[in-house]
């Protein structure tokens, strides 16, 4: 439920199917059932979208004449402007909790194995297909058995990462699982993100964020 003036803000999300970062955010738009109007970004780096976002990357959100960069930045504005249902627990902890799984995809895993990092490897550094497959499956590796310890410390048989219902967590794990899968890592290592993956894409909020459901799907 929107707060305030916010209620009859139409907001405008400048995205791409195959962008994961942007899926978090329409996870999140979905989850909390607020309407929006999908922007197909053709180039990020083009003169014309850095007018939005000078930060050249997507998403980024035009609500009400800002234009907002940054997913984590954009889902904490929908938090404060639509808080309810909310996409944090209640306990504060649990709260720091669900901040700190979503930086370790956003803030640590996403910028090293993004798409201009590995374009970066295999242009400038001359890294090899093969270098930067190993590169690639050795981030996820390395972060996919920290998410998977943090979410078997909690209760056995949640169904999402952090209780019964799905929050920010759940929306930066399931496109990264994705990215993941996309790119032949192994994730029989990680039970636990692969049931939880699983019962979030059977939810309608997060099967409808997903690439192959946009409107600029080729
Ligand atoms: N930390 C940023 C990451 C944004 C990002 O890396 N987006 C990628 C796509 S997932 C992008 O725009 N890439 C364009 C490019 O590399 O040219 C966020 O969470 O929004």
Known sequence: MPCGTWADMRLRLHTRHQNSAGERVRIVLNLKGIEYD???VASPRS??????NPQGLMPA???DGHAIAQSSAIVELLEDLYPDPSVFPAD???????RAFASLICADLHPLNNQRVRRYLSG??????AAVQDWYAHWIAETFAA????VVAHPTGNPFCFGELPTFADACLVPQMANARRFGCD??????????????SALDAFAKARPDSQPDVP
């Open 47 to 52: 003169e014309g979208y850095r007018t939005i």
């Open 61 to 63: 959100l035009e609500i």
């Open 38 to 40: 999908y922007v197909a």
């Open 147 to 150: 998410l998977e310890a943090e």
């Open 124 to 129: 400038h550094i001359g890294a090899s297909d």
């Open 92 to 98: 504060p902890i649990e709260r720091a909790r669900v």
């Open 187 to 200: 994730l029989s290592p990680y039970p636990a993100l692969v049931r939880i993956d699983a019962n979030c």
